[in-house]
């Protein structure tokens, strides 16, 4: 399994970044914007704006023009939305084409005032057959639901994460995929969904709450050009920009299915 966890479970506190903060006002909205002190840039036009460590992912970009954000992402009915914390700040929605599809797009999301601004889409695999409602150990589909990001790993150095990082050669992929795909690689940077796991272990733990008839070691990880047995998979540029983005303080959490399922 590697070297010991060290990562400790994550604190959610009820404010957004836990550092130095400051205030950007919006001319002529009679707003201001709160966020963590990065690297203020004045484009000579009497905003300040803020660039920070989520920028990528959030779509928080010097220039941008402030549109009210909706007051939930797009595409969430509210049975699942009623999954959600009400502490979250942070959701990663990934959606499904279909239910027997192993093709999604994940897009993160952020509370920002009253609603939730959405950062860039990305292209993203599933398992081989889809999403299920009751996930089993091998049926090769990835489980519908909500769930929390508390903890991360790879066989690759941290790139800079906030979440506990768990760096071991345990963090092994070997063998092709579905497709003939070398799978080499694929876990060089992992962020564990916390389905059926223990939260604030090292994603390699393989407690199963659930019972290992229920599966587990779903994880966010690298694309390798094809479907999951069950992750989901993302491409290493945008993994990185996931890492960095995310904070536990913010109560990070992934929504996941087919597109159908999460409109319920």
């Known amino acids: ?26 001319p002529g909205s009679g707003r201001a914007l709160d966020g963590s002190a990065g690297d203020a840039v004045n484009v000579g036009t009497g905003r300040t704006y803020h660039r920070c460590r989520r920028c990528e992912m959030t779509g928080h970009t010097p220039g941008a023009t402030w549109r009210e954000a909706p007051r939930r992402p797009p595409g969430l009915g509210p049975r699942t939305w009623a999954g ?50 009751h996930h089993r150990e091998g049926d090769l589909r990835s489980p519908i639901g909500v769930y929390a990001l508390t903890d991360a790993g790879g066989r690759l150095p941290d ?15 070997s063998g092709t995929g579905f497709g003939g795909e070398p799978l080499a690689g694929s876990f060089d940077h992992v962020i564990a969904i916390d389905y059926n796991r223990e939260p604030g272990t090292s994603p390699l733990d393989r407690t199963r709450p659930l019972g290992p008839e229920r599966g ?13 047995r069950g992750c989901v998979s993302l491409g290493a540029g945008p993994m990185t920009e996931l890492l960095r983005a995310l904070d536990p303080g ?13 409109a319920r």
């Not at 399994?1 to 919006?26: D, F, I, K, L």
């Not at 700040?89 to 920002?112: F, H, K, M, N």
């Open 1 to 26: 399994m590697g070297a010991a966890y060290s990562g400790n479970r994550a604190s959610v506190p009820q404010g957004g970044h836990t550092g130095r903060r400051y205030r950007a006002a919006v």
């Open 84 to 133: 959600v914390p009400r502490r979250s700040r942070q959701v990663l929605v990934v959606t499904g084409r279909d239910r027997d599809a192993p093709d999604s797009t994940a897009v993160l999301y952020e509370r920002t005032g009253p609603g939730w601004r959405a950062g860039a889409s990305r292209p993203a695999h599933n398992a081989l057959r889809g999403w299920t409602d």
């Open 159 to 173: 790139p800079g994460t906030r979440l506990p990082y768990h760096r071991s050669a345990g963090f092994v992929a």
């Open 216 to 228: 587990g070691g779903i994880w966010l990880h690298i694309d390798h050009g094809g479907p999951t």
């Open 250 to 262: 913010l109560g990070p959490v992934v929504v996941m299915g087919d597109a159908a399922s999460l």
